[in-house]
């Protein structure tokens, strides 16, 4: 009987482990929340954690958990390693303890113990990284997590719950290597496919940023916009802005691309644009600045209204010929002479006969 428990549970706990590793990737991208079968639910804070250190020296991540469920929670303490997934930014979590990375943090963590959170209580959790006196200079990464177990009624602990953690952002001091290039930017229709010839608006706007350093940088700036006569139209944020507590700039983690996109709108635009992208990064700053144009122009619109002048122009071309053949024919008709009133075919004129005088009025005309 024992033999066959052990035999279920192994499938049971693989089942498990797979299942905790899903949640732990589904719910970091929902920052500060984790819920779970049963109502388990807590937060976390912060979500994003930046830190500092010389090499020997030690460093604590300070998070707060908040257990929102109706009942306690045994919470566990796990580390990870993570990178760039894509070019979006989101982060990939390793869970593989064989993929090791150059920018490895997860073994400098110091974890705490299981401890427990009542229904409704906040803890503070003072975690401590070591970093060794050998360390690599530059950015060292990995997600602190937490998983939250319930307790049954038969007071064992139920198995499928929710995973959260805080990512830390380590800065190792020593050669550090600042480098950002623009792997492109372009011009694009609204669903970012490239292109620099537009029909009308929205334009938006692609940049694709490459970290070729050894540290996580913030590149961040504007996309000045001019028309053809060089007068600026519009001038757009690129990845945040530093001075916006709401709206801060976003890091690029080392060797990684990260792609940032804009959209210009509200704008009634025509003709030949200049869009110029200029950038700062790293301590001291450093600059970007690349430059692209594209056109806007309401190809069916103007099309449409060159065919509707030249149908215009036709229409008046014809309407003057028809006039003029219509004065013609009337002044031709004016000049020509009218025919002979009273003319029969067939009849014959008689000639006209001057009556002789006769003798009695050669008389009269003798007499007087």
């Given at each position: 009987?024992?033999?066959?428990?052990?035999?279920?549970?192994?499938?049971?706990?693989?089942?498990?482990?797979?299942?905790?590793?899903?949640?732990?990737?589904?719910?970091?991208?929902?920052?500060?929340?984790?819920?779970?079968?049963?109502?388990?639910?807590?937060?976390?804070?912060?979500?994003?954690?930046?830190?500092?250190?010389?090499?020997?020296e030690t460093k604590t991540a300070t998070i707060k958990l908040t257990?929102?469920?109706?009942?306690?929670?045994?919470?566990?303490?796990?580390?990870?390693?993570?990178?760039?997934?894509?070019?979006?930014?989101?982060?990939?979590?390793?869970?593989?303890?064989?993929?090791?990375?150059?920018?490895?943090?997860?073994?400098?963590?110091?974890?705490?113990?299981?401890?427990?959170?009542?229904?409704?209580?906040?803890?503070?959790?003072?975690?401590?990284?070591?970093?060794?006196?050998?360390?690599?200079?530059?950015?060292?990464?990995?997600?602190?997590?937490?998983?939250?177990?319930?307790?049954?009624?038969?007071?064992?602990?139920?198995?499928?719950?929710?995973?959260?953690?805080?990512?830390?952002?380590?800065?190792v001091s020593g050669e550090i290597q600042q480098k950002v290039s623009?792997?492109?930017?372009?011009?694009?229709?609204?669903?970012?496919?490239?292109?620099?010839?537009?029909?009308?608006?929205?334009?938006?706007?692609?940049?694709?940023?490459?970290?070729?350093?050894?540290?996580?940088?913030?590149?961040?700036?504007?996309?000045?916009?001019?028309?053809?006569?060089?007068?600026?139209?519009?001038?757009?944020?690129?990845?945040?802005?530093?001075?916006?507590?709401?709206?801060?700039?976003?890091?690029?983690?080392?060797?990684?691309?990260?792609?940032?996109?804009?959209?210009?709108e509200g704008k009634r635009l025509f003709g030949k644009y200049k869009?110029?992208?200029?950038?700062?990064?790293?301590?001291?700053?450093?600059?970007?600045?690349?430059?692209?144009?594209?056109?806007?122009?309401?190809?069916?619109?103007?099309?449409?209204?060159?065919?509707?002048?030249?149908?215009?122009?036709?229409?008046?071309?014809?309407?003057?010929?028809?006039?003029?053949?219509?004065?013609?024919?009337?002044?031709?008709?004016?000049?020509?002479?009218?025919?002979?009133?009273?003319?029969?075919?067939?009849?014959?004129?008689?000639?006209?006969?001057?009556?002789?005088?006769?003798?009695?009025?050669?008389?009269?005309?003798?007499?007087?």
């Open positions: 009987m024992p033999s066959a428990l052990r035999f279920s549970a192994t499938p049971f706990r693989i089942v498990a482990a797979i299942a905790t590793a899903l949640f732990a990737c589904l719910l970091l991208l929902v920052p500060g929340h984790a819920h779970a079968q049963g109502g388990q639910a807590f937060s976390i804070s912060p979500t994003l954690i930046e830190l500092s250190a010389d090499p020997g257990n929102l469920s109706d009942t306690e929670l045994t919470m566990t303490a796990q580390s990870n390693d993570f990178g760039s997934k894509n070019e979006t930014g989101e982060p990939n979590i390793i869970f593989d303890d064989s993929e090791s990375t150059s920018h490895s943090l997860k073994n400098w963590v110091a974890l705490p113990e299981d401890f427990t959170i009542a229904s409704k209580e906040t803890k503070t959790v003072d975690v401590p990284i070591d970093i060794p006196e050998d360390a690599e200079p530059g950015g060292h990464y990995a997600v602190i997590r937490f998983t939250g177990n319930a307790k049954a009624e038969d007071g064992s602990q139920v198995a499928l719950s929710a995973s959260i953690g805080s990512l830390v952002m380590l800065k623009v792997a492109s930017f372009y011009s694009a229709h609204k669903n970012f496919s490239e292109t620099s010839f537009f029909e009308y608006g929205p334009v938006a706007f692609v940049e694709r940023l490459k970290n070729e350093g050894n540290i996580h940088v913030k590149p961040t700036g504007t996309i000045e916009i001019k028309n053809t006569f060089g007068k600026v139209i519009s001038t757009i944020r690129v990845n945040g802005d530093p001075g916006q507590d709401d709206n801060l700039p976003k890091s690029v983690l080392p060797q990684s691309i990260r792609r940032f996109d804009q959209s210009l869009a110029t992208l200029a950038l700062t990064y790293g301590d001291p700053q450093q600059k970007i600045e690349q430059s692209i144009t594209f056109w806007v122009i309401p190809y069916k619109l103007i099309t449409a209204i060159i065919l509707a002048i030249v149908l215009l122009v036709v229409a008046i071309r014809f309407g003057i010929r028809r006039y003029n053949k219509h004065i013609i024919r009337k002044a031709q008709d004016m000049q020509r002479p009218a025919p002979p009133a009273n003319t029969n075919q067939g009849d014959k004129a008689e000639p006209s006969v001057v009556p002789k005088p006769d003798d009695t009025d050669q008389q009269d005309s003798n007499k007087l």
